[in-house]
């Protein structure tokens, strides 16, 4: 079984800083994805960044970006140039890939609450 | 486009009462999910459909919860009897699901439930 571990359940950071998220992972699988979800209060899950496990490169969006270490089965999550509205809560988690209906569901961890001052 | 939809976004009930929740799913998505959602922790799959197949509702506590996804669209999820442990926001998803790609999923805003 797939288990996500976030051992960081609080988190602040000032604007405009940057802050690192951790995430750990368990599978045997070897086709699979891991992604940065975010939270906000009004409870509409969002999809920060994907990554693909066959991929060795870390991947970018904008302001978001991971350090993803396969050995270690290690994905976090790095926030550049912090925003108020980054402000939420943020789920690492995990889908085995395959094909279709068969790709599987997500299986996420507790969550880290991240907040960001002004 | 218009995103997952779902309703409604808050329920109070008593234990023992039934509930039911509705998701309309983002045209031409053929996956939809039900995620529970306990305070302070992540989502949990419930189930899963493909049209209007069932995947996976290995998570699904049948005793209580039923699921239904007529037609391939809507879908609907209900709680009977409710029970104190119950309390959660309820998220449904939905994804293309086309074969040999990834799919991704797209939440809608939830249902939170509390049963007292």
């Known amino acids: 079984a797939q288990t996500v571990t976030q051992s960081q359940p609080e988190m602040s950071v000032q604007e405009a800083e940057t802050v690192t998220l951790s995430c750990t992972y368990d599978?045997?699988?070897?086709?699979?994805?891991l992604f940065w979800y975010k939270q906000p209060p009004s409870r509409q899950m969002i999809l920060v960044i994907r990554?693909?496990?066959?991929?060795?490169q870390n991947a970018t969006e904008n302001r978001f970006s991971v350090n993803f270490q396969k050995a270690a089965k290690s994905f976090s999550l790095k926030i550049s140039d912090s925003q108020l509205g980054d402000t939420a809560m943020y789920f690492c988690a995990f889908m085995r890939g395959g094909y279709g209906g068969s790709q599987g569901n997500l299986i996420f961890g507790k969550g880290t609450k991240l907040s960001v001052k002004p | 486009e218009a995103g997952v939809a779902q309703s409604p976004r808050y329920k109070i009930i008593e234990k023992r009462q039934s509930v039911a929740f509705w998701c309309n799913p983002i045209s031409g998505h053929a996956t939809l999910y039900w995620y529970q959602q306990i305070l302070g922790q992540g989502p949990k799959l419930l189930i899963q459909f493909q049209n209007n197949g069932v995947v996976d509702d290995s998570q699904l506590p049948k005793d209580r919860f039923s699921a239904e996804r007529l037609k391939g669209v809507d879908s609907t999820l209900k709680i009977q009897p409710a029970k104190l442990e119950d309390s959660a926001v309820y998220l449904c998803?939905?994804?293309?699901?086309?074969?040999?790609?990834?799919?991704?999923?797209?939440f809608g805003p939830g249902t939170r439930l509390t049963v007292l």
């Open positions: 998803a939905s994804s293309l699901g086309r074969a040999f790609s990834y799919n991704e999923q797209f």
């Open positions: 599978t045997s699988e070897s086709n699979y994805y």
């Open positions: 990554q693909e496990a066959y991929k060795q």
